[in-house]
């Protein structure tokens, strides 16, 4: 029997193969399952330049998202921007993002100026109009931060039990800028409380160290407890243990495989934030092979830079199981 013919599609000076588009948007939706997000930013961005459906709304959410977690957010940003443009996608999804990503950097006039005519033409569904309407007001109260007009007024407790972990995130975000002191006792009493979401207890941390408190905290997390003084925490990414981790990792991968390098980077520092202000039990070296057979996993590759002799350490699989269960965590983006 005669071979049947492949056709090839020629996109400049470049020949795609049939089923390139497909393969790289299943690699790329994969990666953003498995939250490895740059990963997916590059095989998503690739899919769609080699798409002669560009303007696929699942295929660029998934980008805008990748894009959005891997911390590209001026990327993201002009994604968003041409979906609405476009009415690719969503609209209402697509918007949401764009204001998460405008808060991020910290563009209040523009989360203002975008929702305010959408609020006043009364466009937003009904079941999403409150959620708007918290964001729409966030942005009004930093611009007036901004010109030194608005402190957060005090409503006796910060948090409603009501509320899911975006909306708690947002009030988080407030306090960087106003008054934590009538919050104090509510925000270390989510500290100890074992059950809170690890998440939230970072970012509170982080807000209590940027307003410089200079008082004990107890803090409980996963099966750490300890006392700190905020004020003097260093930032979760420089503490000697990360440093030492990425170092490690630098020497051993950075040279002869930069992509997975930073694959990697993005787990351990997923992983790190979730456990500020505490360190793993573990050494480095663990920490980092560990790290680095996780990888492979969601990977499903084999890796030489990858292999780990884990029958010889004892801490092994103590380390991999802390590491599955800080990737069981969500955060407010999935």
Known sequence: MRKRKRHLI?????????????KLIDKGIDALQKKQYREAANF????????????????QMALSLALYESSQFE?????????????IGDYYDVLDLYMLIL????????????LSPIIEEEQIPAEKRDHFMKLYQLGEKMVDYED????????????????????????IAELLHSNIIPYIEELCSI??????????????????????????????????????????????????????????????IAHDNPIFFRQIKEIVDRHFFQ?????????????????IFLANQYYGEDRDDGQLEEFDDP??????????KLDEISTPIH
């Open 44 to 59: 998503l961005t690739e899919a769609l330049q080699l798409s002669k459906d560009s303007e696929n709304g699942e295929i």
């Open 148 to 171: 030194g007009s608005y402190s957060l007024p005090y409503k006796g407790k910060l948090f409603d039990e009501q509320e899911d972990l975006h909306q708690q995130t947002m009030k």
């Open 191 to 252: 500290l100890q409380d074992e059950k809170a979401h690890p998440f939230l207890q970072s970012l509170i941390l982080n807000v209590l160290k940027e307003h410089r408190y200079d008082q004990k905290v107890c803090v409980r997390k996963f099966t750490f407890s300890d006392e700190f003084i905020p004020k003097q925490l260093q930032d979760p990414f420089e503490t000697p243990y990360y440093q030492e981790v990425i170092h490690k990792l630098e020497e051993k």
């Open 75 to 87: 990327q993201a940003k002009k994604n968003c921007k041409n979906m609405l443009h476009a009415g």
């Open 275 to 291: 456990l500020y202000p505490f360190s793993p039990p573990f050494f480095p070296e663990t920490w980092m092979n560990v790290t």
């Open 103 to 114: 808060i991020q950097l910290k563009e209040y006039d523009e989360v203002v100026a975008t």
């Open 315 to 324: 801490e092994w699989g103590s380390c991999l199981e802390l590491m599955k």
């Open 10 to 22: 020629k996109q400049g000076n470049v020949i795609v193969f049939p089923g390139t588009n497909e």
